[in-house]
């Protein structure tokens, strides 16, 4: 008889699945290969030796973090209380001057870290260096889903554009030969900072290899305006779709729709990354959610870069998600609560066309879970299991965090990166960080 990986015993399962099923008293048995094999209400005979007691606490499916550029712990409150374009003009350089491959790790450890300790199993990341975030994969069991960065300039690895669509090419030859659907991806970074013909190329690289695409797109009036400069008066989303990237894309932000970009992105079956706690800061605008769940759109949910959104902290996102389309559309009924966990869960799956595999709890699909502190302060009493999770839990409420039936966080302690050490690391790093702001913004003033 084969051995069981794991069980989870007396929990309150929060299933997402397609009713939003939700089982009392229930065992969850996971296989030897780490996916489900059972869940049921009350006990279920299992061989498993590793055995978690929720205590009648929320389990639920991990969260999925639809956009995420985790290296950018490393430049966290390095631009506060300004805009989008001065926050970048001191991120870029300061990037430069410190990103190296050991520098990577250090910041994507502390990102996993964070987003472990917090509930967040899956990470769609955008970042440098990627080969990096790959290394922090193997060593904290957390799914961090990659690509190579498209730029027209250099940025830190330092790679010419031509440099870079060969390394891409080399890139997706490497994902596809090991059947690794998390690294089959293209990361352009966005229509404002690359040109029509660099786009054509980056598509065309895409098709040959079947590779998805996770850009940023539509995210404030001034991208509008330079996107609309460099490109004939376009919109971000009919520069994708006119040059062959908006098919089954990832669009992060998606904040400033027209009708016509909406129909366009449904058409395409694009799916967007709501980031509302980075929009919101940054006053980039408030995503048109209700408008895209209307047209038919899988809308995800995302931080962003804690750089711009400072933390990793989806159920931040989740709050201020729902929060925002109740109180613009003066309706306190939109957007319900199983509604904005989807959007933090299985349509995060979706977006990254792992839906199949993760984004819910059902048996046959691999075993990410998160069990809630069932003692939670906020957490009691639970009369809706939905409700609870969406407008009253948050990151320290997250007792135990297992990914494909490998627990990595018990008892709000992570049993796979040794926090101690990585949080030391970016400490040091830090100070660095801020030299070399410093050294650009006295360059920049003589
Ligand atoms: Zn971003």
């Given amino acids: 008889m084969s051995t069981d990986m794991l069980a989870l015993i007396n929990a309150r399962v929060v299933t ?16 030897e290969n780490g996916l489900i094999r059972e869940i049921a209400s009350g006990s279920v005979a299992h061989t498993a030796t590793t055995v978690i007691d929720a205590r009648g606490g929320i389990v639920m499916p991990g969260l999925v973090n639809a956009h995420a ?28 001057s410190i990103l190296n491959h050991d520098a990577v790790v250090a910041g994507t450890e502390l990102g996993a870290l964070e987003s472990l ?43 010419s554009f031509e440099a870079r669509m060969q390394w891409s090419d080399e890139w997706l030859t490497a994902a596809n030969a090991s059947g690794n659907d998390s690294l089959n991806w293209l990361a352009p970074h966005s229509t404002y900072l690359l040109g029509e013909d660099h786009l054509v190329r980056i598509a065309a690289l895409a098709e040959k290899h079947g590779a998805h695409i996770h850009v ?30 908006l098919t089954e894309a990832v669009l992060a932000h998606g904040v400033h729709l027209t009708d016509e970009d909406i129909e366009l992105i449904a058409d395409h079956h694009a799916s967007v990354t709501h980031c509302p706690a980075s929009n919101q800061k940054l006053a980039s605008g408030t995503a048109r959610v209700l408008d895209l769940h209307k047209a038919g759109v899988n809308v995800a949910l995302g931080t962003d870069g804690p750089a711009s959104g400072n933390d990793l902290d989806l159920w931040l ?43 819910s709890l059902e048996v046959g699909k691999a075993a990410d879970i998160i069990v809630l502190d069932v003692d939670s302060p906020s957490l009691t009493p639970v009369f809706d299991p939905h409700v609870a999770i969406v407008a009253a839990a948050g990151r320290g409420d997250v007792y135990s965090v297992v990914v494909n039936g490998k627990v990595v966080v018990h008892e709000k302690r992570s049993l796979t990166i040794d926090h101690a050490h990585v949080v030391q690391r970016v400490r040091e790093l830090g100070s660095q960080v801020m030299s070399a702001v410093e050294e650009v913004e006295r360059t920049r003033h003589k």
């Fill in 216 to 245: 940023h797109a539509a995210e404030t009036v001034g991208e509008m305006k330079l996107v609309a400069n460099r490109h004939d008066g376009r919109t971000p989303i009919q520069v994708l779709a006119d040059t062959d990237l």
């Fill in 69 to 96: 550029h985790l290296g950018m712990t490393l430049f966290r409150g390095l631009g506060d209380d300004m805009n989008l374009e001065d926050f970048l003009a001191r991120l870029m350089p300061a990037e430069i």
């Fill in 16 to 31: 997402v699945d397609a009713q939003g099923s939700i089982i009392d008293n229930a065992t969850i048995v996971v296989d």
């Fill in 117 to 159: 300790l917090g509930g967040i199993t899956t990470t769609l990341d955008m970042y440098y260096l990627p080969d990096a975030a790959q290394e922090v994969v193997s060593r904290s069991g957390a799914r961090i889903f990659s690509a190579p960065n498209l730029l027209e300039s250099d940025g830190p690895e330092p790679l």
């Fill in 317 to 359: 996102a989740m709050r201020l998600a729902g929060y925002a389309q109740k109180n613009t559309s003066h309706d306190p009924t939109v957007l319900p609560a199983l509604d904005v966990l989807r959007m933090a869960t299985i349509n995060g799956a979706k977006a990254l066309h792992v839906d199949h595999l993760i984004g």
